[in-house]
């Protein structure tokens, strides 16, 4: 489909270089689905869909200059509405997986479509990685920012309440791409909402990531069964191939025999976040100097390698994604949730919103 170029915003500053395209994208249930360009004074730019509140591209330079995408997506809308991997999607209402799709609250048991063996993964079938967001192109603020809203409504993909979700994402001059979340229900409900980016830093599409540098500041991950459901444990990472308090590639350990690597066919794991320092994941390239930091205020991450990637999903400029060629850090709370009464609370109520942040930072080293 051609692209229809239909406005084109610069934002507060008023600096030419820093605005915000918006380009015809198709058309979902009826609601038209938008493509956003969002470039910074560096001319390094970002691309979004209102389809999934879905991060499309992410261009920034190697240490040589050399500008690259480095997140997976697709060329079409079709490609988006196909696809079950959930590339760049913002996944909700309850990001990651809930046994046998069942959960209890206030006495009450929901019942959730399964998706995912015996389990539902990122909400259900039909969850917000796939609804027509509704989109606005800020204006007044200081870097170029466009927020997505969802309304979902009582016990849609059997989840209990009418629910706004908002991600707004600012594209600064610094590269990060800040995702500032808002969720309000008006019947206590269950929340867990991340970004499900892939990224590979070498480039999309480029080689795979086991030669990537991994840091992770978590003292604990949350060991899982062969379904993928924690089993409820905490376990230190201390002498384990989960331990990247100090940098490791990730191809390092990633083969071992060890329980839990071969249960999750690699990492597939939340990692418990100790949410100490100001920068709670890094990964790096040594061959093209691209670092990638993530900042975020919830507390775990999930480390997932890309181990059900198979090449048959094929994305932006034909680049055919492999088996380990991108990696994921989904900030959330701790996956299954509502069944582990030891984990992190994610009741929302109507009294009090869930407002999260969570920031990719891109530079080089
Ligand atoms: C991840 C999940 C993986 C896999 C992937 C999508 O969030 O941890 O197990 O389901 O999404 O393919």
Not at 41 to 54: C, Q, T, W
Not at 205 to 212: E, Q, R, S, T
Not at 219 to 246: H, K, M, Q, Y
Request: proline letters at 5%; aromatic letters at 12%.
């Amino acid at each position: 489909m051609a692209l229809v170029m239909l406005g084109m915003a610069s934002c507060g500053n008023n600096k030419a270089k820093e605005m915000i395209t918006t380009e015809s994208f198709g058309t979902f249930e009826g609601k038209d689905i938008f493509l956003y360009t969002l470039t910074n004074k560096n001319g390094d730019f970002i691309r979004l869909s209102n389809y999934g509140a879905v991060i499309v591209e992410i261009n920034v330079p190697d240490r040589n200059g050399k500008r690259d995408n480095v997140t997976f997506g697709y060329d079409t809308f079709e490609g988006y509405a196909n696809g079950d991997l959930y590339f760049g999607k913002v996944v909700g209402q309850y990001a990651n997986r809930i046994a046998k799709g069942k959960f209890s609250l206030d006495g009450v048991e929901y019942t959730l479509a399964l998706n995912n063996g015996p389990n539902t993964l990122h909400g259900g079938p039909t969850g917000w990685h796939s609804r027509a967001w509704d989109a606005e192109v800020l204006k007044g603020t200081d870097f170029p920012a466009v927020k997505f809203t969802y309304h979902k409504s009582d016990m849609e993909e059997g989840f209990p309440g009418h629910v706004v979700a908002e991600v707004v994402y600012t594209w600064t001059d610094d590269n990060e791409i800040i995702m500032d979340y808002k969720v309000t229900t008006d019947k206590n409900t269950v929340i867990n909402i991340t970004n499900h980016a892939y990224f590979n830093l070498h480039g999309a599409g480029v080689g795979d990531i086991l030669d990537h540098e991994a840091l992770i500041r978590a003292s604990a991950f949350t060991p899982v069964d062969s379904t993928l459901i924690p089993t409820g444990e905490i376990r230190p990472v201390e002498g384990t191939p989960f331990d990247f308090r100090t940098p490791h590639l990730i191809g390092e350990r990633i083969a071992m025999d060890y329980d839990q690597l071969v249960l999750g066919g690699g990492y597939d794991h939340n990692f418990v976040l100790d949410n100490v320092e100001p920068v709670d994941a890094e990964v790096y390239d040594p061959s093209t100097g691209r670092l990638l930091e993530v900042i975020t205020d919830q507390p775990g991450v999930q480390l997932y390698t890309g181990n059900f990637l198979n090449g048959t999903q094929t994305g932006r400029g034909g680049k055919v994604y492999n088996y380990r060629t991108g990696f994921c850090l989904e900030t959330q709370h701790f996956p299954d949730s509502p069944n582990q009464s030891a984990f992190p609370s994610v009741v929302l109520t109507p009294e009090e919103p869930f407002l999260s942040s969570t920031t990719f930072r891109f530079s080089v080293r």
